[in-house]
């Protein structure tokens, strides 16, 4: 079985720099990706859940890099939650998460899909900031 | 003319800045339902109508009125950057809107829709305004057999008109007789359907079934469907208009106004019929053209019908006392709840009213080119709002409007079993709108019955002594039996060619 890294990804400047940094450590590991982009799938309209644009473009992305790469749009009740069992249905290596500059209130009233990742996966998690 | 001082003289009323609040009240709330798929103007101004109990019945109507135009507003929104018609209406707009949006033109539809439904919306008050009178004055004439049989056609038409399945409308509608008839009899005053339960013998409060029915039963009915993939929605800036569009509108405006108005000021109700017609018309007028690829016709015309319809169902409404749409219908709950008796005479009686109400109509629709034109962009951020913050708010008002009518925990229990009810008739694809009109018509229709019954002392005949009665009644069983015709001469032909034509 090859070794699997699982990237969080939004469409936005933290997914971004969470797939770079995880595109990084592919090769380094040679590891193949799974992107995983999560939902609560509660709202009608959820902005960190890529858009068929956003998709075909990310994937366009992913082929550009050589890394052999999967993307997986899911919906639950938790994104975190989401991202650690898709993590644990393939044994990854490791979890990477961009995470965002929150203040512990923000956090209790925003909650935390970084802080759930960090907390319950199994394997290594590599948090990334953008620069 | 004298229509037209008495209108001004409600715009006057209206324009009291405490009149001018609770216009801008609704309709800022009406396009927040509007644009929120599943919450339509009905559920809003049904879980108002206990709040209106504390207010008199013109600032309730006010608000209510600028709650129904804001819903209309609201609702092409939600069609053109997400092509999810928030309501029944906007479904001819969501075809041509959203491709305009998908090709970089949602501000132009978005501008399109708003100014015409400020046209259409403008025009249909005005006629309303000379419409309703002449007809409340023929209105006055008419004999209990008539009036019951006035009845019997909105039901009959608004049931088959409406909707698929004429078979789940009838049974929508039954439903809703049946409810109406819970509780003591008005004329005799024994207690039916009652269980021998005195607090259903007191009859059935309409806040606590319409709650029920729409607040409620929506949103168990999204409980159980929480989870979907997000729609993605077309981000847009402020609405506006070139040259050009504008050329390519205006006609299409004024044709949409004409097709809609009739359609809402007959009790054949609904906007379905005008907006897919006007649809049509455009569509021919303009050979095809660009028609499926986002053509601005295709978006002005059906908007404009659409809001010229909503303006066309005050007709019946104030005239007669006849509602034609669940907005409607439950508006006219509240003026029973404020004790006024919806009928013929409610123009003469109540003259300052209607014609503050009216008058409002205009206010609220200027209030709204206003209000949405600048705040587009804003609408479509309420889309991000999670289901469960927004149902648990739903939830709360509709316990505490069930509440508060009577103060009656019995009535909490009762807004439950119609949730249930809610939810199964969704499930099962029953319309709603048949029933609260069976609910809120059934009595009106029984009262006129048992009156022609009792001055023709128990003879059958007095029902069909009037022509009028006659005449409507052929209307309504021909509604009824044409489409079954029809639809049996057709059945070897595909009915979709037609339709495309």
Not at chain 2, 253 to 281: I, K, Q
Not at chain 2, 459 to 478: D, K, M, Q, R, W
Request: hydrophobic share 50%; proline share 6%; net charge neutral.
């Amino acid at each position: 079985m090859s070794r699997t890294i699982v990237v969080a990804y939004t469409p936005d400047q933290f997914g971004q720099a969470a797939v770079e940094a995880a595109v990084a450590e592919a090769r380094l590991r040679d590891a193949e990706l799974l992107v995983v982009n999560g939902t609560r799938g509660d709202a009608l309209v959820d902005d960190s859940f890529a858009g068929s644009a956003q998709l075909t473009e990310l994937t366009a992305r992913l082929a550009a890099t050589g890394v052999s790469a999967e993307v997986r749009q899911v919906v639950g009740a938790d994104v975190g939650d989401l991202v650690v069992e898709v993590a644990q249905e393939r044994g990854a290596i490791l979890v990477v998460v961009g995470v965002r500059r929150r203040s512990p209130v923000g956090k209790l009233l925003m909650g935390s899909v970084s802080q759930r990742i960090l907390l319950t996966a199994d394997c290594p998690v590599l948090a990334v900031k953008p620069d | 003319m004298d229509n037209v001082n008495l209108l001004l003289d409600g715009l006057g009323a209206a324009a009291s800045p405490e009149n001018l609040m609770y216009a801008a009240i609704g309709v800022i709330l009406g396009t927040f339902v509007g644009v929120l798929p599943g919450i339509g103007p009905a559920m809003a101004v049904a879980l108002l109508l206990p709040v209106t109990f504390g207010l008199g019945p013109t600032q309730s109507f006010i608000m209510f009125a600028g709650i129904y135009y804001g819903g209309m507003y609201g609702g092409s929104t939600t069609s053109i950057l997400l092509n999810t018609p928030g309501e029944s209406a906007s479904v001819m707009t969501a075809l041509e809107g959203n491709k305009m949006a998908k090709k970089g033109r949602a501000a132009q539809a978005l501008a399109t829709a708003a100014i015409g439904s400020f046209i259409a919306g403008t025009i249909g008050t005005l006629l309303v305004a000379f419409c309703a009178p002449w007809l409340a004055d023929i209105g006055v004439e008419i004999g209990a057999p008539s009036y019951f049989a006035i009845i019997v056609l909105a039901m009959v038409l608004v049931t088959s008109v409406l909707g698929d399945s004429k078979l789940r409308g009838f049974i929508s509608l039954f439903l809703g007789l049946t409810i109406g008839l819970v509780g003591m009899d008005l004329n005799t005053g024994q207690p039916r359907l009652s269980f021998d339960q005195p607090l259903l013998a007191d009859r059935l409060d309409i806040v606590v079934v319409a709650v029920g029915i729409f607040a409620l039963g929506e949103a168990l009915w999204v409980a159980a469907h929480l989870r979907r993939k997000p729609l993605e929605v077309i981000p847009v800036g402020q609405p506006w208009m070139g040259k050009e569009d504008w050329k390519r509108s205006w006609g299409p405006w004024f044709r949409g106004t004409a097709l809609g108005f009739p359609f809402g000021a007959v009790p054949a109700g609904g906007a379905e019929t005008p907006t897919f017609l006007s649809y049509v018309l455009e569509r021919r007028l303009r050979k095809g053209e660009e028609f499926g690829e986002g053509a601005i016709e295709g978006v002005a015309g059906p908007e404009a019908a659409n809001n010229a319809s909503a303006a066309g169902t005050f007709v019946p409404l104030l005239a007669m006392g006849i509602p034609v749409t669940a907005t409607s219908a439950v508006m006219l709950a509240a003026l029973q709840g404020q004790g006024i008796q919806p009928g013929p005479q409610l123009m003469s009686e109540h003259a300052d009213l209607v014609w503050t109400l009216l008058a409002s109509l205009l206010i609220g629709n200027a209030l709204l080119l206003v209000l949405n034109l600048p705040l587009a962009p804003l609408w479509a951020k309420l889309l991000v709002i999670p289901r469960p913050y927004l149902y648990a708010g739903i939830l709360f008002f509709a316990s505490l409007g069930a509440y508060s009518a009577n103060l009656q925990p019995f009535d909490v229990f009762l807004l439950l079993v119609f949730g249930l009810l809610g939810l199964t008739m969704r499930r099962f694809g029953l319309p709603v709108l048949p029933l609260i009109l069976g609910v809120i018509l059934g009595p009106l229709g029984e009262k006129s019955f048992r009156e022609a019954l009792i001055i023709s002392g128990g003879e059958a005949s007095g029902l069909f002594n009037e022509t009028l009665a006659i005449v409507l009644y052929v209307v309504a069983v021909l509604a009824i039996v044409t489409p079954l015709v029809l639809g049996a001469l057709r059945r070897r032909t595909p009915t979709d060619v037609e339709v495309r034509a």
